[in-house]
């Protein structure tokens, strides 16, 4: 597929797992406000290399990079969460989870998909190419950014696009 060098993704260590449970703890039990609470749940994962990992592309976004030439990251492109992270972190916080159940939750609810601006804002997305996140596509680049390489994703998209043209040019509405 691809040339460059992706660096695969996976679940943290147990040790990391254990780590982070800690904090959450600490967070849950803390006399902090609500809204202070959800900023600090997000902060602990938002800079893992693993955080917000992206399960697919939407093919409105795929669109968009195929009319930038696949070149650099064009501008209108996020990874929207497939569960808000709003519910999900208001969710963690409803109730003292123990270790298992909350990383479970999070796991579970962490996925995204490279998505508009305009369809994450609405909800209404296009119909979604599923990516295989192990490998390391679109991976974590800080807080919110993700990485988009000309070699790499780039060249993933045009693939995708290569694949899929026929489809996408032949739709002319969201799809859920």
Not at 26 to 36: A, E, M, P, T
Not at 92 to 107: S, Y
Not at 120 to 138: A, L, R, V
């Amino acid at each position: 597929m691809a040339q460059g060098k992706l660096i695969p993704i996976s679940e943290p260590s147990s040790e990391m797992r254990n780590e982070l449970y800690k904090v959450y703890e600490s967070v849950f039990n803390s006399k902090l406000s609500q809204s202070k609470k959800e900023g600090l749940i997000d902060a602990i994962f938002m800079w893992e290399t693993w955080s917000w990992r992206v399960r697919g592309i939407s093919y409105d976004a795929l669109r968009v990079i195929k009319d930038h030439d696949f070149r650099p990251k064009p501008k209108g492109l996020v990874r929207g969460h497939v569960v808000d992270r709003v519910t999900t972190r208001r969710n963690l916080l409803k109730n003292i989870l123990n270790r298992e159940e909350w990383w479970k939750k999070f796991w579970k609810n962490d996925k995204t998909e490279i998505v508009t601006r305009e369809e994450n804002n609405t909800g209404q997305k296009s119909t979604i190419i599923e990516i295989d996140y192990s490998k390391g596509y679109f991976a974590n680049d800080g807080k919110v950014g993700f990485k988009f390489r000309k070699t790499i994703e780039g060249e993933m998209c045009r693939e995708l696009w290569d694949e899929n043209s026929d489809l996408i040019l032949g739709t002319s509405g969201v799809h859920n």
